[in-house]
């Protein structure tokens, strides 16, 4: 299925919006395993009052990258449309109990994730789904993405505030961890797609190895049929190709980690097959075999 696009974000900022990441090898499979776990647990996909998809952000064409897999260093002549793109946006009401703050008062200083939250719910169950992330801000580019999260956590009794408040406490440890999707930049570049955000000022203490709270900017970029840059940024010798560096991003997010897949849930249970002797299967055609449970 393709996933929509739209020139502008079209957030509902009084529902509870979360940026699902799946594996990039078996897009045509994502939004059939999201309905079958959705529904599993009681939410019917496409109901605006119970989950909705939202459009993913884009204000250029994109390359149609099913076109040419084997060429990473330049894009395929024509066939113009929407690309692959391995994230979509779910909107879901504040009141859903997939929702980890739904149950919260404010004040309250105990916000981890409940066992059924959404995060949880897809990365146990899910074989396609790489990361779920709380979705602060939107945009297309990092400028606009930090103004769009400056609206949602400042807006006065707000949800974005009420959730920006229970996630800066001094007592909880952060990171901010920023996602390129394969292109290569500095630590000084990196900081410097940081800094529009430093008007977030969080409390507590910086922890580069299991903090209390992950926040991620993700600069998604096109690929290609192998899930790489479809324009890399550098080239032989790892020199920057200007041309390439210049092109915009399609979109950019930011947001709190819901969870992350440290490695694809199809390799790891290929491996523990394998260990017991059984026969190991095309892992493209497991995952087919999967849907079908």
């Known amino acids: 299925m393709e996933i929509p696009a739209t020139t502008a974000p079209s957030l509902n900022r009084e529902k509870y919006n979360v940026l699902i990441e799946f594996a990039y090898k078996h897009l045509d499979f994502q939004i ?18 119970q989950c909705e998809i939202v459009p993913l952000p884009s204000d250029h064409e994109c390359v149609n990258t099913t076109v040419d897999a084997k060429n990473t260093s330049r894009a395929p ?5 929407t690309a692959r793109r391995p994230f979509v946006i779910l909107s879901l009401p504040m009141d859903s109990n997939l929702v980890p703050t739904a149950m919260k008062k404010e004040g309250d200083d105990d916000v981890t994730n409940q066992p059924n939250d959404i995060g949880t719910i897809l990365l146990s169950r899910s074989t396609l789904v790489r990361s779920v992330m709380e979705l602060w801000g939107v ?21 974005g505030q009420s959730i920006f408040r229970r996630n800066s406490l001094p007592s909880k440890s952060w990171k901010l961890t920023v996602h390129t999707l394969g292109a290569k930049y ?41 899930g790489s840059p479809l324009y890399p940024r550098h080239g032989l010798g790892k020199a920057i190709i200007p041309e390439n560096d210049k092109r915009p991003p399609i979109a950019c997010y930011f947001g709190r980690a819901l969870g992350v897949l440290e490695a694809p849930k199809d390799a790891v249970i290929l491996k523990n097959i394998a260990s017991r002797g059984g026969n190991i299967l095309d892992q493209q055609a497991w995952t087919r075999n999967c849907l079908l449970l």
């Open 32 to 49: 059939a395993e999201l309905k079958s776990v959705l529904l599993l647990n009681g939410i019917v996909f496409g109901n605006k009052d």
């Open 77 to 81: 002549k024509g066939n113009y449309g």
């Open 139 to 159: 945009g297309k580019s990092i400028k606009s993405c930090a103004q769009n999260t400056k609206a949602w956590t400042n807006k006065k009794n707000s949800i």
């Open 186 to 226: 500095t630590r000084e570049e990196q900081m410097e797609m940081r800094s529009p955000f430093s008007f977030l000022q969080f409390p507590g203490t910086v922890k580069m190895t299991d903090p209390d709270n992950e926040f991620v900017l993700i600069r998604e970029i096109e690929l290609d049929a192998m």
